[in-house]
């Protein structure tokens, strides 16, 4: 297998441009997204159909499900709210369609994966997997040698060994015999890792390695204001965070 595996884009198509074209020298079989295709950012409609295009197998998140009415937005904080009412308004009804089709968990058997956007445990209360607490309790509620996931935009690879023990790795690691993993691949469009770049993994049979890419920050901040969107979004893309 050889897959370039992509989360929480949330509406920014130069973060994507920019990443797409990263992978296409890469010799990947498929593309794997895992959700939040919109929310934030001021590109909803070409970000849904770049995915569509380009992705083998979609996933999606929870602002993708709240921009369809699909999901509570009770819980997003007030700027999150507002991005998401401003996409409801702006998705064309092809999109929202496309949408609407992606499941938000999916199993892809013949590489023994899981892809899921939160959390395998519970994929529908959007909780977030944070602290080896997490990692241990949701190991438990998959069966897959490799669970990828996205949402909180914080990339990480966590191993556990035969044993039981987990290990953190950072930017890479190299895949042990017996030991299963779960891998966050960051976020496309609204890193929060204090790294302003497009972030996305690439996994293969040998092991998984965490990408950056350096993309046009101000141009989708320039589009971001034009569109009206709330001031900490644009501010928080250039900080990554
Ligand atoms: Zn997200």
Same mark, same amino acid.
């Given at each position: ?12 198509? =130069? *973060? !994507?441009? /920019?990443?797409? &074209?990263?992978?296409?020298? +890469? ?8 959700? @939040? ?51 409801? =308004? *702006? !998705?064309? /009804?092809?999109? &929202?369609?496309?949408?609407? +089709? ?8 013949? @590489? ?53 023990? !987990? ?75």
């Amino acid at each position: 297998m050889r897959y370039a595996v992509l989360s929480d884009v949330h509406a920014n198509i =130069e *973060a !994507l441009g /920019e990443v797409l &074209k990263d992978v296409h020298g +890469r010799n990947v079989e498929g593309v794997l997204f895992l959700g @939040d295709a919109v929310g934030y950012g001021p590109d909803p409609n070409e970000a849904v159909s770049a995915l569509g295009k380009n992705c083998s197998v979609l996933l999606a998140g929870n602002h993708d499900r709240a921009a369809l009415g699909l999901a509570d937005i009770e819980s997003f904080n007030p700027v999150a709210k507002a991005a998401i009412l401003w996409t409801a =308004e *702006a !998705l064309s /009804e092809e999109n &929202k369609l496309a949408l609407k +089709r992606m499941p938000i968990m999916e199993a892809v058997k013949k @590489d023994d994966i899981l892809l899921v956007h939160s959390t395998p445990k519970s994929p529908e209360e959007w909780h977030y997997l944070l602290t080896f607490a997490d990692a241990e309790d949701n190991f438990g509620h998959f069966i897959q040698r490799i669970c990828l996931l996205g949402h909180s935009h914080m990339p990480f690879i966590v191993e556990r060994l035969p044993g039981g023990e !987990l290990h953190i790795h950072k930017g890479k690691c190299a895949f042990q015999e017996g030991s299963r993993y779960i891998v966050n691949a960051g976020s496309v469009g609204q890193p929060r890792d204090r790294d302003s770049r497009a972030c996305y993994a690439l996994l293969d049979d040998e092991g998984v390695e965490l990408i950056r890419v350096a993309y046009r920050v101000a141009e989708t901040q320039r589009k971001m204001k034009k569109a009206g969107l709330p001031e900490p979004l644009i501010e928080r893309l250039s900080l990554g965070m």
